[in-house]
């Protein structure tokens, strides 16, 4: 799989003109007629970018779309026993759905993948929780909230203390154990 | 399973071990094969051996139809979290379908919380961040613009995951390598609009989410979205199902399903992926080492045998076909080859056209079992010169608690009396 630089991307509708060309003797395009990406009829309703914000919920590792709000895994601890227990266990282990907690090395006999010892950035667990958990009521949670439980699974895997406050400042600083687990197989030449 | 005594010697001589055929022989007996067996329908005036269905009228018209009500084995098998049904996958009954085509309401399923009820007049998808104009889009619009169909395969990382097991898993060929489906899909380029809203050079993802409840995200690289990515609105003919993502997807021909985004209402285009929660704790291959494979987009060729196949019984020696599917998510299967004697003697099965990309691609093979026991294999090779790899060369460079991404030749072992068993061989 080949990486086109950003430089040579085609900028319009003839794109799909361009990409898989075949000519034939070098000289007529024979795919032109078949493949041209007609222009579309451009309805799209323009957005200015604030009227978008409240409909943004990405949080993205260098801490962009983290709101405003904080919370400590003291408060966690009240919020998770109400809202998270009956699936992921007391403490996040031994649920029916996924382990929360572990620190086990990774390159032992049959580890959990965990927030602990798996999940490279701590504002994947913000992002994950505000829209999809609780599981039976995605997007009920306020902010202060989700910084809470996730301070709490921070604070249950041994990466931050119970009164250390996550916000939108302190959460994208927090290094995760695995943070440089990963290669990436998509542009390093291969699949 | 096709069986006849009745075919002249010359064509029975094997190609391979383990009585594999020439793999044109079907095709130059179709008639003197399809002609058996028609006999008991000879006519007759009076009519008291006919059918009890040709003396009554028949059913009214429908609306919508449905399969024969004797077909009630052909369905998805489930496999849901017992504390939210709507959480978890179901297989489509590979070993129980023929051509390259899934029906739709077998397509297989993995969703994260439930199958959403969305109302078409009120979905929105919207494109913003780095672009120069960012824009909203109604299904009412989107129905305007230019389309076009392919048919591909989806497919699940997760497919085919019990292969890593310490012990062969024993369950028809589908509740095993059924999260994977082919369709014919039709939509937009998603280039088309990506051009309108006037993408910026420095956007290198895009973030794509869906209006489930759970708003399913992952991060989508930029050369992807322009390549061959659409945002389709109709599958097979008919608009996307719910449980597809009624009413618009996107699908990334060859590219692992969970970046085939359902229900999707949002593109944001940024330099940096996401690194959402299924880009990183899961849809990643931990490695013996300890370290992980992460954005491994591309699902690596595969075959199975779909028939014969555990399930089913062979009803003593004599001609089969065998019927199998092979795909590769980097182009076009090139050829498939069928091993009915452990791997040490291979066959060239006739591949079914038209040769589809990143689609499924039906193989067959005429085989004549002597009823001695022995094992069945295939393997794909595709037009990269990419070949499915055995299990040890996959464990052996990958380990096992990747989970995600197991693409290696199955086999089955034939028993004397006709039943089949997937084992590691």
């Known amino acids: 799989m080949s990486m086109p630089s950003p430089s040579s991307r085609p900028r319009s509708g003839l794109r799909l003109l361009l990409t898989g060309s075949l000519f034939i003797g070098g000289i007529i395009p024979l795919w032109a007629t078949l493949e041209a990406a007609p222009e579309g009829p451009k309805l799209g309703v323009s957005m200015p970018q604030e009227s978008i914000r409240d409909l943004d919920i990405s949080v993205f590792p260098d801490g962009t779309g983290l709101p405003q709000g904080k919370g400590t895994a003291v408060e966690g601890k009240t919020q998770f026993e109400a809202l998270c227990t009956g699936c992921h266990g007391v403490k996040g282990s031994g649920g029916s759905a996924e382990e929360l907690v572990g620190r086990s090395p990774l390159n032992g006999a049959r580890p959990d993948q965990t927030v602990g010892n798996y999940w490279p950035y701590a504002t994947t667990i913000f992002d994950y929780i505000r829209r999809a958990m609780p599981l039976n009521a995605p997007l009920s949670l306020s902010y202060d909230q989700v910084y809470a439980l996730t301070a709490y699974l921070l604070y249950l895997n041994g990466i931050v203390t119970d009164t250390e406050e996550m916000n939108a400042i302190t959460l994208k600083a927090v290094q995760m154990p695995n943070r440089d687990g990963f290669y990436s197989v998509w542009g390093n030449g291969g699949h | ?425």
């Not at chain 2, 009823?371 to 096992?400: C, F, V």
Request: charged letters at 20%; hydrophobic letters at 35%.
């Open chain 2, 1 to 425: 399973m096709n069986r006849s005594p009745t075919l002249p010697e010359d064509d029975l001589q094997p190609v391979a071990g383990g009585g594999l055929l020439d793999r044109r022989m079907f095709l130059r007996h179709g008639v003197a094969l399809g002609g058996a067996g028609l006999g008991f329908l000879a006519f007759d005036v009076g009519g008291a051996d006919l059918p009890l269905w040709m003396k009554t009228p028949g059913g009214p018209l429908t609306h919508y139809g449905q399969p024969s009500p004797f077909e009630k084995e052909a369905i998805r098998f489930l496999s849901a979290n017992t504390q939210a049904p709507g959480h978890g996958v179901s297989w489509t009954p590979l070993h129980r379908l023929e051509g390259t085509i899934t029906p739709n309401g077998l397509h297989f399923e993995r969703h994260h919380n439930g199958v959403p009820t969305i109302h078409p007049e009120q979905h929105r998808l919207r494109l913003h961040g780095l672009f120069s104009k960012p824009i909203q889009l109604s299904l009412e619009q989107l129905l305007r613009y230019p389309m076009i169909s392919r048919q591909c395969f989806v497919e699940c990382g997760g497919n085919s995951h019990a292969g890593w097991h310490e012990e062969p898993i024993q369950t028809p060929v589908g509740y095993f390598h059924g999260l994977a489906s082919s369709s014919e899909w039709t939509g937009i380029p998603l280039s088309i609009l990506l051009d309108e809203a006037g993408l910026q050079p420095e956007a290198r993802w895009l973030v794509a989410e869906g209006a489930d409840a759970g708003a399913m995200n992952v991060s989508i690289p930029i050369e992807k979205a322009l390549d061959d990515t659409l945002l389709a609105l109709y599958q097979n003919g008919e608009r996307i199902r719910p449980e597809q993502g009624y009413p618009m997807r996107l699908i990334l021909p060859g590219f692992e399903a969970v970046l085939n985004v359902k229900w999707l209402q949002r593109l944001q285009a940024v330099k940096e992926p996401l690194m959402s929660r299924n880009e990183t704790a899961k849809y990643t291959e931990l490695e013996p080492s300890g370290k992980a494979r992460q954005f491994t987009f591309v699902m690596e060729a595969k075959s199975i045998i779909t028939q014969p196949s555990p399930g089913f019984q062979l009803k003593g020696p004599g001609l089969y076909q065998i019927s199998g599917l092979a795909w590769s998510g980097r182009g076009t299967i090139r050829r498939v080859e069928v091993s009915a004697d452990g791997g040490r003697s291979w066959a060239p099965a006739a591949l079914q056209e038209p040769l589809l990309s990143k689609c499924f691609t039906r193989f067959r093979l005429p085989w004549r079992w002597d009823g001695a026991p022995l094992i069945l294999k295939s393997r794909a090779i595709d037009d990269t010169g990419y070949q499915q790899p055995e299990r040890s060369t996959l464990i052996a460079e990958r380990g096992q608690r990747g989970y995600f991404h197991y693409n290696a030749i199955v086999a089955f072992a034939v028993e004397s009396d006709g039943s089949l068993r997937h084992v590691y061989a």
